[in-house]
Nanobody, 123 residues
Framework: VRIVESGGGVVQAGGSLRLSCATSGFTFGDYTIGWFRQAPGKEREAVSCLSNRDGIRYYADSVKGRFTTSSDNAKNTVYLQMNSLKPDDTAIYYC?????????????????WGQGTQVTVSS
């Protein structure tokens, strides 16, 4: 199993970034893909997740209306489009995969993790 995040960077407040989560080694359509983030000194938290099997999406209240998760089944890749970014969005963003669940917001729900990509939002 391989999960690789990309697309992080430095952006000014109000800007946008699109993160990619490229996966391989499992049946993509049967998995839920989650995006988590961890800011310095804080616990890792769920940002969004997408059930490839059911098409159901979850967004944390802090990102609703600003972040959108989408999936390209042909590329086994999930995207996190982040708009109207705020300094509070600064964190390492991780992608994770979980088999056979509708949605999961806990780290323990996920079996496979990527290495993370840094997002820094300047004020």
């Amino acid at each position: 199993v391989r999960i690789v995040e990309s697309g992080g960077g430095v952006v000014q407040a109000g800007g946008s970034l699109r993160l990619s989560c490229a996966t391989s080694g499992f049946t993509f359509g049967d998995y839920t893909i989650g995006w988590f983030r961890q800011a310095p000194g804080k616990e890792r938290e769920a940002v969004s997740c997408l059930s490839n099997r059911d098409g159901i999406r979850y967004y944390a209240d802090s990102v609703k209306g600003r972040f959108t998760t989408s999936s390209d089944n042909a590329k086994n890749t999930v995207y996190l489009q982040m708009n109207s970014l705020k300094p509070d969005d600064t964190a390492i963003y991780y992608c994770a995969a979980a088999p056979g669940i509708a949605l999961g917001v806990g780290m323990s729900d996920y079996d496979y993790w990527g290495q993370g990509t840094q997002v820094t939002v300047s004020s």
